[in-house]
Each structure stands twice: as structure tokens, then as C-alpha cells.
């Protein structure tokens, strides 16, 4: 409750104040107020031309404004205010994805689980077509981000369809808890996360799947084969490969029916486990410290392999 509800005079409103720069334009003509009461002075013709939301606010009559922090009609130096319900940190991200980089050079980093849902709601909300790409992007080549599977909810709720799949492939990198208390979970049919479950299982058996016939034997062999060719234990090995690099093959397929994604293959942490624990299985080659660049190698030649198989797995595209 608030104070006025005991009877108390209420708190007053916070004195907006002005955004740091880049965005706080001296030749705005626009200030966007934050819910939190701050004011980015912007450019009505960037904004309009950016997001059709803003070329119809800018265009239609403005209704008397709620906010508690602007006056219906108010004016701040002699430019309109137009009050929106996002934080600071959201007008901030959604006037940097608005605006060219050489006004703002510095694009959102989507570090975050947060900032990527965040997008994507700026994203529908102004209808942001173009900001879809970006968060295509980061999750195609960016670091694996927590909580993966409330991205891809977010995504659908939001009916983002150019990054719903995307979000899809990119839950490969992790486990999916479905029983974390994701506000998502209990937003979407049942159906969809079966969907999502099924699409994994079949990436999940394809990209470990072993189909040893000698062409896929040889194309296996040859990212090594020059170092294979000079270890001392392979002639008692079948496939002519170091038995180190044998035993990265079979960790690497276990852990692929776990999560197939090629991207975990080549994560730097995964490969420095993946040396400090197969280098036990050729001593010789250890001795030379000739596995470390071998297996960097072959990850790279997996990573490619792998996505290559998962590339072939026919996306739901009945999610919707």
C-alpha cells in the first residue's frame, strides 16, 4: 500500500533528470521519459524511421500522459515529453538498437540471460524487425547463456519467428530444467515444450551417432593423420589413430548425446579437460606434448561435423 493509504502524504515523484551521453541528442527534438524518471532527448525522424510504433505515435494525437512524472501535454525546454513504462536501462538499449553506430557505438552486448529477453520484448513491442538479426546472432555465435530454455519460451510468447529456432538450436549448449520456476513455463502448451524435446532428442542422435564405414573412418582420421602416422602405439590400432585421440572420440560422442551441440567441442574449458584427461592414454605422444594441438584440431573438425548433421534435422516448424 501506499502512503497515501494510511492516510499519509504521499512520497513525492523523483526530479527527471537527463540521460548520460550518447543519448541525450542537444538538437532533440523528442525527450522519452523512463518509468523511473529519466529523459533521453532523441530525434523524432531516427526513432520514426527505426520502429513503425514510434512513426505512429508521432504521427496520432497523444492522449493525456499517466505517468507520475510528466504533466498531460508537458513540454521540458520546449520539447515534448512522451512517458513509456520501461526502466532506464531499457530506453537506454532500445534507443541504441534505434540509433546508427556512429551516434551510439556501443550496441548492446546481450551478456545476460536478462538483457536477451529484454530484446526481444523491445523487439515486439516497437517492432524492432532489424534487432532480430542481432539476437540471431548472438546466440549463433556468442557464449552458451544460463537458462537457455527461457530465451526460446520468451521467444515464442512473443511469436518472434525468425529467432524462435535459433533459440531452438540453441538450447543444445545446456541442460533444460523444466522445473525451474521460469515465469515462462507456465505461459506456453505443453505441446510446444514436447516439440522442443523431441527436436533435441533428434539432434542428440544424430550428432552422436558413430557411422563407421571406411569413408567416414577416413574423413575421421585425416584432420590427425600426420600426427597419427608418427605414434608409437597406433599400429596396434585399428584406425591408425593415436589411442588418445581415440579416447577424445568416444568422450566427445558421449558427451554429444548429451548436449549436440558442436559449439561445446571447440568452448576453450572443454578443451583443456579434454587434454588433461586423454593424455593418459598415449604417454609417448604426452611426452612430446604433441596431444594438446592435435585435439584442438580434431575439435574444430567435430564441431563442423556435428553441425553439419544437425543442420540436416528438420526444425518444428509447426512450434506455432
Known amino acids: 500500500m501506499s502512503d497515501s493509504d494510511y492516510g499519509l502524504p504521499a512520497s513525492p515523484s523523483p526530479t527527471p533528470r537527463?540521460?548520460?551521453?550518447?543519448?541525450?541528442?542537444?538538437?532533440?527534438?523528442?525527450i522519452l521519459r523512463s518509468v523511473d524518471a529519466v529523459d533521453f532527448r532523441a530525434h523524432k525522424l531516427l526513432l520514426s524511421m527505426a520502429s513503425p510504433f514510434f512513426q505512429n505515435l508521432f504521427t496520432l494525437p497523444q492522449p493525456p500522459t499517466s505517468s507520475p512524472h510528466a504533466s498531460p501535454n508537458e513540454l521540458k525546454d520546449g520539447i515534448s515529453v512522451v512517458c513509456l513504462s520501461e526502466d532506464e536501462h531499457a530506453v537506454d538499449m532500445m534507443l541504441r538498437y534505434c540509433y546508427p553506430r556512429t551516434v551510439c557505438p556501443a550496441e548492446p552486448t546481450l551478456d545476460t540471460t536478462e538483457d536477451v529477453k529484454l530484446t526481444l520484448v523491445l523487439i515486439s513491442k516497437y517492432q524492432l524487425a532489424g534487432v532480430q538479426g542481432i539476437v540471431v546472432q548472438r546466440l549463433k555465435a556468442g557464449p552458451t547463456l544460463p537458462?537457455?530454455?527461457s530465451i526460446f519460451l520468451k521467444a515464442w510468447l512473443l511469436d518472434l519467428r525468425d529467432v524462435v529456432p535459433i533459440a531452438a538450436r540453441h538450447t543444445l549448449r545446456a541442460d533444460v530444467d523444466t522445473s525451474e520456476d521460469y515465469e515462462e513455463l507456465n505461459q506456453v502448451p505443453?505441446?510446444?515444450?514436447v516439440k522442443l524435446a523431441n527436436f533435441r532428442k533428434a539432434c542428440a542422435d544424430a550428432a552422436s551417432a558413430r557411422p563407421w564405414t571406411d569413408d567416414t573412418t577416413q574423413r575421421l582420421s585425416f584432420p590427425v593423420a600426420d600426427f597419427s602416422a608418427s605414434c608409437s602405439a597406433n599400429n596396434n590400432y585399428r584406425y591408425s589413430l593415436c589411442p588418445a585421440i581415440d579416447q577424445y572420440l568416444?568422450?566427445?560422442?558421449?558427451?554429444?548425446?548429451?548436449?549436440?551441440?558442436?559449439?561445446?567441442l571447440v568452448f576453450q574449458n572443454q578443451i583443456v579437460t579434454a587434454v588433461e584427461k586423454v593424455s593418459r592414454s598415449c604417454k609417448a605422444c604426452h611426452a612430446n606434448d604433441r596431444i594438446s594441438p592435435a585435439v584442438i584440431k580434431m575439435s574444430r573438425f567435430l564441431y563442423e561435423e556435428v553441425e553439419s548433421r544437425i543442420s540436416k534435422i528438420e526444425m518444428e516448424k509447426s512450434f506455432f
Open 250 to 264: 568416444k568422450d566427445a560422442f558421449i558427451e554429444l548425446k548429451l548436449l549436440p551441440s558442436g559449439w561445446n
Open 147 to 149: 537458462q537457455v530454455l
Open 190 to 193: 505443453c505441446i510446444v515444450l
Open 18 to 30: 537527463d540521460a548520460a551521453a550518447p543519448v541525450n541528442a542537444s538538437d532533440a527534438d523528442i
